[in-house]
Structure formats: structure tokens, C-alpha cells
């Protein structure tokens, strides 16, 4: 069985299927791209010191960086509470009076048990000492590795199953497929293992950066090369030599 | 494509369609331009033809501060902005989806014992959403750190888990408060008010400072502009059991308010239910009344004009104002709704962008 010797009905689910797959995967880059930089709309290429502070920096700060630096008044604010964590995130003046007041005003409307406003977020509270403290850890917990990493990791093992199963059975030569399909499980393995290691080395966040863009450029050029194949002839220099 | 059998241009259509076509929508999602006239503006609550030269920006509001637990209202509204300027003043068209034209606020019932009962309702803050009024309002940055980024949020406190808003007890008293960060920080408010100013022509021009302390302002960061004249008041009277006032006419406009041309002694000849307004109004005069208005409610569409001067003056207009006194400058402001509620609002998060064309 190959692509193009489908029917037409079947063609025209697959390509459902891939497009679908691409808007996904341009979504999530797009949402990367605005969680990782300054700007709140557009797509936009992460930059890297937002990345190194979510997966080096603490939750806390890693958070008022990126998901939640839109509710950030001053970026002393986060420079403000960075340092407080630096230091050891003890419960002293500085705290009570100057990191208690950017909780206040930045975080606190939604953080709270009470709050009751749209979107609040009543199960992360972060309205005392011991609220805030447990979210000053460098890097990703056991606890939080392991919810995200198996979450992400079936998730797109899912995905990239689809696709790479997909191109399998493509009329591209065997070195293009091999290629793609081991570049894209490569570097799901690669990107999510990174988030763990950049707790212990700044320098991993670069790994996540390029491994995760290399990770999702390969899901890409497999859906757009699968639709190629599925409605176009593939010039014979890419295509498998038994099917000439 | 020309060579393209048609049946292979369907996945080339549907990846320009739904792959390339979304990204090309991003642009100028809030931000609204307003073009210069050559005409003047008649402030009448309805969309004149010249309105429909001027761009329009659409925004959702669907965030509510706090969920009353006596709340009816709208949780969702789309309103439709546009706004022109000739070389003095700026214009300003709001239109917003409202199934119910909300009139009621605090009114006096004859009773069946021949008494008069203010109706007011509570919700657990202490505040009405049943018995009260439409409103609209503008949230101009003047000089506030954060606003282009945040909007509103930027100067909203809400109560904590320990009922406190900067250590002071508010439980029971309200769900939030309006101040900003530093001395010197104020925000430009423009509340519309359909029951106690939209009848006189003017929108309560107020603003927002730093003040957290409920003994320095009752009302904490949020001001009236400084006035010579006018407001509303409570039309009760002196042993605060009945009406003091009433209107010469009660015909469907003059039910809610009293203004001064309809204002005359309250004389009772009615009939158990029977309702007379709970507030009286007159135009504000200074800094407070500088933004003309009319509203009107029609076919569940609330349709409000506004008008103010470029640049006001005034003894605090530069605190108290947000003046547009250079056109080629980006402003920034945040926009809601109150639907029949006093504090509870419809938000949305972050900024618009205002520019001059």
C-alpha cells in the first residue's frame, strides 16, 4: 500500500488528518513563541532567556517570565522577586514588605482561595508565606517532571506515531524517511529530557530551544511531504528507487 | 495552478485557507484609530451616516471581577468602538449588545399600607445588582506604570483570603478597590451612567490615584475631577422615609431620574406599586462634567456617543485628564461594561491601543 495509490476518499481524509495536524503543531508554536517573548500576539521566535528562566529559574519566577508575564506590572517586579529566591526565600522583612506587595498586586486576584473571579486559579494560592515558598525551587520538582513529561511524552508520542506511520508507507526514498522518522523521536527525547537536565545547567535550555524547533519542523516537513505524495507526482530523485 | 488538475488545487485551497489565512487576521487586534472629520458631530445615540467612514474595533468582554451571588447579567457582551476628531475635540461611538434596558435604580414603591419603600438589594459584598443602572466605562492611562500591558488590572485590589485589601478588613464591604501603585500614578475614568447622567448630557468624568486608605478617601484611589457644580443625589427626604422630590411628568423618561426641568415637590397621589425615581441628577459643571454624552437603548443595543476636548483645562487637568495633546503619540486605555450591577463588571484583559489617523 502506498499514498499515492489510495482513493480519492481516502486521500482526502488523510489529508484532513495532516492538515489538521499541521494547524495543531503551527498552534503550539504559536503559543510557545508568546509564552517565551515579550509580545502578545503574532508568531514570535522564543527568546532565550525566558526559556532558561522557566526551566532553570524557579516556578515562580519561571511563571512571572513567561505564562504569566502578562500579569507583571514592571519587570522590577520579577528582578525583585528573582532576587528574594536567590537569596534563599526566607520569611523576613523583605518578603513581608516588598515581595508580599508584587504578590498583591500581580498575582494575587487570581492566586487566591477565595477569588472567585474569571479564570481565578483557587488550587494555586499565593496569598502567605508558605504558599509562595513551595513554588521557589530551582528548576522542575520530581513531582512536576513527571506530570508534564508523561503528558507531553504520550501525547506526542501519539502524534508522531500518526505522522511517522504515515510516511512510512510515503513513496519517498528510504534514507529520507529513515531520516525524518528518527529526527522526530530523536528530538521529542532530546527536548523533554532537557527540561529536566536545565534544573542543573542553564545551558540545556538551549538544547530544549533547538530540539524542540528541529522537533517540530520534522512533524511539519512529514505532514507537508505525506500531502505532497497523497495529490502530486514526487520528482524521481526523491522517490523510492522500486517505484520508478 | 493553471496546470493543476482542479482536483489536486483542494489541499493547496485548504492550506492557503486555514493555514496562512489566520495568521494574516493578527494584526491590529486592539487597537482603535481615529480618523479626522470634517463634519461636527451631533451627539443623538444613534449611528449616523458619518459614522461609517471611521474604522471600528470589536472587543469581547467576558470577565467578570467577582460572581454576586444575587448577579442576573450579561457574562458576555461584544462591544463595537469607533472614534473621529476634528481639531478640538474627540468623539467616541459605543455600541454593545444588552437584552435589558436597566433603569431601576433604588426606586421608591408605594407600599399597600400607604408607605414608600426604597428598593435596594445586597449582594454579599454589600452591593446591588438587581435594582440599579446601566454603565460603560473608559480607563485612560495618564501615567501609570504597567497599564499598556495589564489595562485595568492594573489598579484593581481584590479582597484576599483574609477578607483584606492592604491589611484593611473589606469583607462585607466590597469585593475590590481601585488605586494605584505609586504617588503620582493616575488613570483617567470615564464612567457613562444610563440613569443618573446619561438624562443631563454628561458622563461622570472621574480618576484614579494612590491612595489605599479608606480614612484619607472613602472611595480609596478613586476620585471625582474636581467640579463647580451639579451631580446626583438621593432623593429622600428629611425624616428619610419617603421621596422628597418627584417629576412633573412620569412618562417613561422621567421615571428613573430627576432632572432639574421636571424636578417639582413630591405630592402623594398614587397608587400602591407605583414607582418614583430614587436619585436626582443635574449636568456636572468643571473639570467633571467635560464629556458630553447620549445614550440610547433600542431593539437590545445600547448605542452611546461621547464627546470631550482634545486637551481640557483646569487646575489638575493634567492629573486628572488623559490629554491628547499629541496626536502622532500611541494612548492606551480599557474599556467595560455594567449590566444593572454597581460594581460587578464586564472585562477584558490587557490594553487597547488609541492612535490618531
Redesign the interface.
Known amino acids: 500500500m502506498r499514498l499515492n495509490n489510495l482513493s480519492?476518499h481516502s486521500k482526502?481524509g488523510l489529508?484532513g488528518l495532516l492538515?489538521t495536524i499541521?494547524?495543531g503543531v503551527?498552534s503550539a508554536a504559536t503559543l510557545i513563541g508568546l509564552l517565551y517573548s515579550s509580545a502578545?500576539?503574532?508568531?514570535n521566535l522564543p527568546e532565550m532567556d525566558k526559556v532558561q528562566a522557566k526551566y532553570s529559574s524557579s516556578l515562580l519566577v519561571g511563571a512571572m517570565k513567561t505564562s504569566m508575564y502578562?500579569?507583571?506590572?514592571?519587570d522590577e517586579d520579577i528582578d525583585l522577586v528573582a532576587d528574594w529566591v536567590k537569596q534563599g526565600a526566607i520569611n523576613n522583612d523583605f518578603f513581608r514588605d516588598e515581595v508580599m506587595l508584587v504578590m498583591?498586586?500581580d498575582c494575587?486576584?487570581c492566586h487566591?482561595?477565595?477569588?472567585?473571579?474569571?479564570?481565578a486559579i483557587p488550587s494555586i494560592?499565593l496569598?502567605?508565606y508558605e504558599d509562595i515558598k513551595r513554588y521557589t525551587e530551582r528548576g522542575f520538582s520530581w513531582a512536576h517532571m513527571a506530570k508534564v513529561a508523561h503528558i507531553h511524552l504520550l501525547g506526542i508520542a501519539m502524534l508522531m506515531g500518526i505522522v511517522t506511520l504515515i510516511l512510512s508507507i510515503s513513496s519517498y526514498q528510504n534514507t529520507i524517511k529513515m531520516g525524518l522518522i528518527c529526527v522526530a523521536w530523536i528530538t521529542l527525547w532530546l527536548d523533554i529530557s532537557a527540561w529536566w537536565l536545565a534544573k542543573f545547567s542553564t545551558s540545556f535550555a538551549y538544547l530544549i530551544a533547538l530540539a524542540g524547533t528541529i522537533e517540530i519542523a520534522s512533524i511539519i516537513t512529514i505532514c507537508i511531504l505525506c500531502?505532497f505524495d497523497?495529490?502530486?507526482v514526487i520528482p524521481a530523485f526523491f522517490r523510492e528507487k522500486n517505484n520508478n | 495552478m493553471k496546470h493543476l488538475p482542479s482536483?489536486?488545487r483542494?489541499?493547496l485551497a485548504?492550506?492557503m485557507t486555514?493555514?496562512l489565512q489566520p495568521?494574516q487576521l493578527?494584526?491590529s487586534?486592539t487597537q482603535l484609530i481615529s480618523i479626522q472629520m470634517s463634519q461636527s458631530i451631533h451627539l443623538d445615540g444613534l449611528v449616523d451616516e458619518y459614522w461609517k467612514t471611521a474604522p471600528q474595533l470589536k472587543l469581547r468582554l467576558?470577565?467578570?471581577?467577582?460572581?454576586a451571588d444575587n448577579y442576573q447579567g450579561l457574562t458576555s457582551t461584544d462591544v463595537t468602538l469607533k472614534s473621529m476628531h476634528d481639531e478640538e475635540f474627540v468623539y467616541f461611538l459605543v455600541q454593545y449588545p444588552d437584552p435589558t434596558k436597566s433603569l431601576k435604580r433604588f426606586p421608591w414603591q408605594k407600599q399597600k399600607d400607604g408607605s414608600w419603600l426604597q428598593l435596594k438589594d445586597k449582594d454579599q459584598t454589600g452591593h446591588s445588582n438587581i435594582y440599579y443602572e446601566d454603565k460603560f466605562a473608559f480607563f485612560w492611562e495618564i501615567n501609570t506604570?504597567?497599564f499598556a500591558?495589564?489595562g485595568c488590572?492594573?489598579a484593581?485590589?481584590?479582597?484576599?483570603?483574609?477578607?483584606k485589601i492592604?491589611g484593611i478588613d473589606q469583607k462585607g464591604i466590597t469585593a475590590?478597590r481601585k488605586y494605584t501603585?505609586r504617588s503620582g500614578e493616575t488613570i483617567d475614568m470615564w464612567h457613562w451612567k444610563s440613569v443618573r447622567m446619561n438624562p443631563v448630557g454628561v458622563v461622570d468624568d472621574q480618576f484614579v490615584d494612590h491612595v489605599k486608605d479608606p480614612k484619607v478617601n472613602k472611595n480609596w484611589g478613586r476620585h471625582g475631577d474636581n467640579k463647580t457644580g451639579g451631580g446626583y443625589k438621593n432623593n429622600i427626604n428629611k425624616d428619610k422615609n419617603g421621596p422628597a422630590f418627584m417629576n412633573i411628568t412620569n412618562d417613561g423618561l422621567n421615571d428613573f431620574t430627576i432632572t432639574p426641568e421636571q424636578k417639582t415637590a413630591f405630592v402623594d397621589t398614587f397608587q400602591t406599586g407605583d414607582l418614583i425615581p430614587g436619585i436626582k441628577s443635574e449636568s456636572f459643571t468643571g473639570s467633571r462634567g467635560d464629556i458630553s454624552t447620549k445614550g440610547v437603548w433600542l431593539d437590545g443595543v445600547w448605542t452611546i456617543e461621547m464627546k470631550r476636548k482634545l486637551v481640557t483645562s483646569g487646575k489638575k487637568a493634567n492629573v486628572q485628564d488623559v490629554q491628547f495633546n499629541d496626536l502622532s503619540k500611541q494612548y492606551h486605555f480599557a474599556i467595560s461594561v455594567f449590566d444593572n450591577s454597581q460594581i460587578n463588571h464586564l472585562y477584558h484583559?490587557?490594553a487597547i491601543t488609541f492612535t490618531f489617523h
Open positions: 480519492f482526502l489529508s492538515i499541521i494547524l503551527l502578545d500576539s503574532g508568531f502578562q500579569h507583571v506590572t514592571v498583591e498586586n494575587q486576584s487566591s482561595r477565595s477569588s472567585t473571579m474569571t479564570g494560592p496569598s502567605n500531502l497523497l495529490w502530486f | 482536483i489536486k483542494i489541499p485548504i492550506f486555514f493555514i495568521y493578527l494584526a487586534e467576558d470577565k467578570l471581577p467577582y460572581q506604570p504597567g500591558k495589564k488590572a492594573v484593581c485590589h481584590l479582597i484576599n483570603d483574609q477578607g492592604n475590590g501603585r484583559d490587557g
